[in-house]
């Protein structure tokens, strides 16, 4: 499990650098199996969690080397900065970012169409003995990814493919770091979501390192919530957080709370 996140002192100015958050911090503990990193738009939340997640070296959905993935610039240059401490190193797990499910549904039906047609390529050119075996490959193969992945992602709508890539992906012990998964669930699948997850704690021991904008996931019970504020990353409880606060106010009296905007 990850216990602690160190910065190590910098004099580097510049994107990531000039964040006000890493101005201050040095330390934080992650010593919980669930921590959230709450905070409005732009403190540097996904910053953070890219980070971690290049430190790490955490497969993406898409099962790409994460250090040739061209949009975790800051997290290369940051990275040399983060100190991490362990009690049980491991680089098995997901880093997983709404908006890389999109390129994966498309590449992962992309591979399932490019093994149809080597099957026609191979059925008009080879036959007898070396068809059977080369048909016997392509098969297996193709019938993998159905397993892993469901037949076609395109037919499940984008919260329900979201939600399948969870099931298919959260598997064995590990740390699962989840930049804004909540970004197409339903409230009710947003609850699917924190079952799974807590299924994955209790049963598997996997750590999860999130960042949201629910109030919903904010309230998995015993996560350990990280407030992005004002150039400082505090601990603070559900109730204090300003996404529920404004939710309460909003659900509890709309007409009322909206005459104050
Ligand atoms: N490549 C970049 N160059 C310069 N500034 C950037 C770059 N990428 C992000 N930023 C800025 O860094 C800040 C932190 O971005 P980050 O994505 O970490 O925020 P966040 O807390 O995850 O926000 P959100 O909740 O909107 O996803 C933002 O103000 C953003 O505009």
Redesign the pocket.
Known sequence: MLKTLRLKPFDKR???FD?PVLQNFKEIEIDLPITI?I????????????TLAYSIGLPTISSKSIETDGSL??AKLLAPYFQLSWTNKTRQGLFFRAEDFTGFIRSVNELRSAFDKDMQDFEASLEGHSLERVRGMITGQKNALIEKYGSDLNAYSHGEGFLKIFESRFTQKGIYIL??PEASLSPLRQLSLILLIKEMVQQRGAQFIL?T?SPILMGIPNAKLLE?RDGLITQTSFEETEHYRITKGFLENREQFLRFL
């Open positions: 510049g994107f990531p964040l990193f905070g409005d738009n732009g403190c540097g939340k996904s910053t953070i969690l890219e610039k800051a930049d804004e960042a904008h992005l």
